[in-house]
């Protein structure tokens, strides 16, 4: 059974930072594009980022390249998104995506595993 875990979220002042990062169990890790969608109330879950499987090539939203970084520790079945510069966008919840999806993996229809969100509050 999949299962995946995150945490790191929280209330940040306007630029500041935060990690989140994103346990898993229960797939073979190393072979799963792993990617961060977010969800503000009242609006559709959103692509954030995606670290692919092998060689690992990054994808990120207009909107946060630049303040974003996602990486992934195959050794510890972890993937991070360090996320600097942080602007209020409406408490959005965070949300970690396991899948083997089209190369960029940019459509959360794709994923078909999904952890439980961790909230991330900037205030201005």
């Known amino acids: 059974q999949v299962h995946l875990a995150e945490s790191g979220g929280g209330l940040v002042q306007t630029g500041g930072s935060l990690r989140l990062s994103c346990a898993a169990s229960?797939?073979?890790?190393?072979?799963?594009?792993m990617s961060w969608f977010r969800q503000a109330p009242g609006k559709e879950r959103e692509f954030v980022a995606a670290?692919?499987?092998?060689?690992?090539?990054?994808f990120y939203a207009d909107s946060v390249k630049g303040r974003f970084t996602i990486s992934r520790d195959n050794a510890t079945n972890t993937v991070y998104l360090q996320m600097n510069s942080l602007k209020p966008e409406g408490t959005p919840v965070y949300y970690c995506?396991?899948?083997?999806?089209?190369?960029?993996?940019?459509?959360?229809?794709?994923?078909?595993?999904w952890g439980q969100g961790t909230q991330v509050t900037v205030s201005s």
């Open positions: 229960g797939l073979t890790f190393s072979l799963y594009t």
């Open positions: 670290i692919r499987w092998s060689p690992g090539n990054t």
């Open positions: 995506a396991a899948d083997r999806p089209s190369y960029t993996g940019r459509s959360a229809s794709e994923y078909a595993y």
